[in-house]
């Protein structure tokens, strides 16, 4: 044969293969009958006539598949106005409908959703009459939110009680997501398109609703390795002749080889432990989570004295029936129990004390594996992992993205970029179901993507929201939309988070409620601060939670998909370095209703203080209860303050908040006018109430007063179901959602709760150790600023730049502190720069406090010339828009050594020229003369030995700056 022949030949049955792998639609009459109204957007938002027209072609082809002798078809389409343009009656045939669909013209107008969705209901009120029992289906398609939401919202209600499958497709970026999914009759009926070219994307998975029981075109091509999620049962044999430390040592071993397969493990799996004492009993376990809490709770097991056959009725055809030994006596018992032809799939010899021979002639036709090391057991679990679950293909996908206080812009930055870059590396098939992502901070938002492309394409723009962390919320709304779409496929959420939840009781209520459920919950730390008990408690497993700096989404891909991977958590080490006094206010009003909840206060106290290891012999630690009046208790030992916190009366009477401040706001006004160092102790301020202050307005005033004293942290925890976040949001110190807490009731175990306190005063200590206590002492009320903070290699921190950087950050708070700034008549900038120059402007106190902490460390040369070309620029801007009225001021830090100091010098000279005042300090190995150069004149250049100085300067410099 010729090679031209050779080539048409190959050519001819590459169009055989091509053409046998394309899907047809079912015949017609295999499809359900269904009465379908489209409701089609034909508002000036569509742009053009064009546009319009791809709405009709989408309609033309979905009812493509219809079996138009039985089902029927109607088509509204609105703007200003609503029109019916083709009834159910009024076509019989597919081609004279889709003619009519295709001649629909195109009007233009506001976007009036409601009148449509009213004529929708006119026309089914009549089809209900002529056609009871068929399935009516809506399907709306537009690309805005209404102009009157409000009276959409009345009547969706009336269809969703008519029980009309209705599904919302939304196209383009202006679309109203909440409104479409109040349309939609659940979650998974909502589509969001980025233009209409996209309808075609979805037109095959409407198709195959109305063909139950056959995939849509884009779907049947199946991935060959689709995950079979094949059912497994696993038994566990102890054995009672080993030395209770190498039991224990092997126990270890099936505990972690179990935890790292639990990916794979479904509803439809069983376990099994086999103590000895139970005489050849089996406790079954319905999930891994039961199973390992049995394994734990196993004593040494005594003689075997079961002769019966154990496993006859566990090992069943078609199942991975997995056999895990420890111990070489329990090999031979189960030897012996066992037929040759028994389906038993795997056999697992666990411990040091297995030889290969003991397991050669068990079952041959089994798999037979020795487990020894964890790198043995991580060996062993791929392969059952490939046996158990093969691919990513058959799983709904959730992502739960924390978008509070206590995240920041950045880090939630990172996790869309984690989520984007994790379902690039998951490969997902064409076809696969939405995913559905939760942004979360004071409330949960919930979004849902037709598919991975549009999920890549579209989560780099989610915006960060802050707030407080109601992580519980998110959990509910996920484990909800987790059951409506309860199916045979894997339900799998990915939680990202740094572990700060503001209700950690509820969250962990939830928590345990998703374990008890399909959803399989994998969790990524986000950021340094990391909380690992809460996230611990979230996770399914240990095996899946990881870190973020420890992950890749090809190696977060892999666990998900193909079974667990070393996931390098760092062990929990919150001992705080730094030494702080501590004052617990205790609500003892009416508002508790009894002394028991009194008690539990105190009972939490106590706990609390156990926890944070106080040293009463170096500290300060005392306890304020009130009611009507307040009253302070101090202890001086550990002994005396377990004792007799315990016997603290109940007060009752009504709720004066504001007095038991005011104790605190004088002590502190005392011991910072005696203080002659110019550092300060941190002080803890912990206030235990439900919010509901007798007197609110004197309340904001003394905490007011309170917060300018920055050596002190306030921490407000909500106790009941009637809390006042608002109050405790003023109570708490900034970022308030670090430092304000809700508990439904203190005499749980409040676990996370504790380490969440105790992570969050660690921290707090630590920084505010940095910082100088207050003087008397304010600038001007109208005075804007500009801070030039130097970021680059040169300042010597390059070990550990984060934490360095971290000073002067501080600094920066405690100068905009103690000079009292009134952002209400002030403008604050900071610039930070090296290779590289950033601007960052502040609208309020909270705003710079919450914000400038997350800046990062830059890297680089030492630019100084660009950034005092910015800070000219910026302090033109304060000028012209205060016209001149307001002084402005620029404060630069650095160590005085930039790369190009001739540019340095005329960018400084620029300055002078316009008359700004310019204060110049450095640190370190500065130089002297360039530091003059830049300040306005000598008086206002200062100077320390290192970053750790700062502190010491900042009386100061508010001189300097300031006068």
């Known amino acids: ?125 009549q089809r209900s009459r002529d056609r009871a029992g068929i399935t009516s289906i809506g399907v709306i398609v537009t690309d805005g939110g209404s102009t009157d939401p409000y009276r959409l919202e009345d009547v969706v209600r009336q269809v969703h009680d008519k029980r009309i499958e209705m599904y919302a497709i939304g196209v383009g970026d202006e679309v109203n997501q909440k409104e479409l999914e109040m349309l939609a009759s659940s979650y998974d009926h909502v589509y969001l398109l980025k233009n209409v070219n996209a309808l075609s994307q979805i037109q095959d998975k409407l198709a195959a609703r109305f063909c139950r029981g056959t995939p849509a075109p884009s779907t049947q091509a199946q991935n060959k390795e689709s995950c079979v999620n094949k059912p497994a049962n696993l038994v566990l044999f102890l054995d009672d002749s080993l030395p209770i430390q190498q039991y224990h040592q092997d126990l270890s071993l099936v505990t972690d080889l179990v935890t790292r397969l639990s990916r794979s493990i479904g509803r439809s799996h069983k376990f099994k432990l086999l103590p000895n004492w139970f005489q050849g009993s089996v406790l079954t376990f319905g999930n891994v989570q039961d199973f390992l809490k049995g394994v734990s709770r196993t004593n040494v097991p005594q003689r075997w004295s079961s002769t019966e056959n154990i496993l006859e009725v566990d090992l069943k055809p078609g199942f991975l029936n997995i056999a895990v030994v420890i111990g070489a006596n329990s090999m031979k018992r189960l030897n012996q129990s066992l037929d040759r032809d028994a389906p038993l799939t ?42 158990l679950c093969s691919g990513c293909s058959n799983m709904d996908i959730y992502f739960l993205l924390d978008t509070s206080n206590s995240i920041g812009p950045e880090q939630f930055a990172r996790e869309c970029k984690l989520a984007a870059d994790l379902m690039k590396s998951m490969q997902l098939p064409n076809g696969h179901s939405p995913i559905t992502t939760i942004d979360y901070s004071d409330s949960p938002e919930l979004h849902r993507y037709a598919d991975s492309p549009q999920f890549i394409a579209t989560i780099p723009s989610h915006k ?127 508002s508790l209703r009894t002394e028991k909840n009194f008690r539990k206060e105190i009972h939490f106290v106590t706990e609390l203080g156990d926890n944070l290891q106080l040293d009463f012999k170096r500290v300060s630690v005392s306890v304020i209860t009130y009611a009507d009046q307040a009253k302070e208790y101090n202890f001086r030992s550990k002994n005396e303050f377990s004792s007799a916190v315990l016997n603290l009366p109940w007060l009752g009477g009504n709720t004066y908040t504001d007095r038991a401040l005011s ?29 509901g202050s007798t007197s609110p307005f004197v309340l904001e005033k003394v905490v007011a007063r309170l917060k300018r004293f920055k050596f002190v942290k306030l921490f407000a925890i909500g106790v009941g179901v009637s809390i006042n976040i608002k109050e405790l949001g003023l109570i708490a110190s900034d970022p308030s959602d670090s430092h304000l807490f809700m508990v439904d009731d203190l005499e749980v175990n409040n676990k996370i709760l504790k380490s969440l306190l105790k992570s969050q005063i660690c921290r707090d200590t630590q920084f505010l150790s940095l910082i100088s206590p207050p003087k008397s002492f304010s600038c001007p009320a109208d005075v804007d600023l500009v801070f030039v903070l130097d970021s680059s290699s040169s300042l010597g921190v390059v070990e550990n ?11 920066v708070i405690d100068v905009i502190k103690l000079g009292n700034i009134d952002f209400r008549q002030s403008r604050v900038s900071v610039i930070t720069y090296s290779d590289v120059i950033r601007l960052h402007q502040y609208r309020s106190e ?101 970053l750790d100085k700062l502190n010491e300067i900042t009386f100061k410099l508010n001189l300097k700056t300031c006068t």
């Open 846 to 946: 909270t705003d710079l406090v919450s914000n400038i902490i997350h800046l990062p460390f830059l890297g680089g040369n030492t630019c100084t010339d660009i950034a005092l070309a910015l800070m000219l620029d910026e302090l033109n801007y304060f000028k012209s828009v205060s016209n001149g009225r307001k002084a402005a001021i620029g404060v630069i830090l650095t160590d005085g050594l930039s790369t190009r100091p001739e540019y340095t010098s005329s960018s400084a000279r620029r300055i002078h020229d316009v008359g700004y005042r310019i204060v110049a300090i450095g640190a370190g190995d500065f130089d002297s003369q360039e530091l003059e150069m830049m300040a306005s004149d000598r008086s206002k250049v200062a100077q320390v030995d290192n």
């Open 346 to 387: 795997y056999i697992l010899g666990v411990g040091q004390s297995f030889r290969r021979d003991l397991i050669e002639n068990i079952v041959p036709s089994s798999k037979r594996l020795i487990v020894q090391t964890l790198g043995q057991s991580v060996e062993t679990v791929k392969e059952l992992s490939l046996d």
């Open 464 to 590: 960060w929201r802050g707030g407080n962390t109601m992580t519980h919320s998110a959990l509910e709304m996920v484990m909800a939309a987790s059951e409506r779409n309860s199916n045979d496929k894997r339900q799998v959420a990915i939680l990202m988070s740094d572990g700060a939840s503001t209700s950690p009781d509820r969250t962990e209520k939830m928590a345990a409620k998703i374990h008890n459920s399909q959803l399989e919950m994998f969790v990524v730390g986000i950021g340094e601060n990391v909380n690992l008990e809460e996230l611990k408690v979230i996770a399914s497993s240990p095996s899946h939670l990881y870190m973020e700096d420890s992950i890749t989404p090809t190696h977060l891909s892999e666990a998900i998909c193909n079974g667990a991977t070393d996931n390098n958590i760092p062990e929990s080490n919150q001992d705080c370095r730094e030494e702080f006094d501590i004052v617990f206010v205790l609500d003892s009003s009416w």
């Open 1 to 125: 044969m010729s090679l031209f022949s050779w080539t048409l030949a190959a050519l001819l049955l590459s169009l055989v293969l091509v053409e046998s792998q394309r899907t047809s639609f079912p015949n017609r009459r295999d499809c359900e009958v269904v009465d379908l109204v489209f409701i089609l957007d034909r508002s000036w938002s569509l742009r053009s006539p064009a546009n319009f027209q791809k709405e009709l072609d989408f309609v033309s082809q979905v009812v493509s598949v219809l079996d138009f002798e039985n089902s029927r078809v109607s088509v509204i389409t609105f703007s200003d106005d609503a029109d019916l343009n083709i009834r159910f009656s009024d076509y019989y045939t597919l081609a004279d409908f889709q003619r009519a669909v295709r001649a629909l013209p195109w009007v233009g107008g506001n976007t009036y959703t409601h009148k449509a969705i009213e004529l929708m209901m006119t026309e089914e009120n």
């Open 801 to 811: 730049p984060d934490f360095y950087f971290l000073k002067e950050i501080a600094f």
């Open 663 to 691: 104790i605190v706001l004088e002590n502190v006004e005392n011991r910072a006018n005696s203080v002659q160092s110019t550092v300060e102790r941190p002080l803890v301020v912990l206030v235990i109430t439900d919010g």
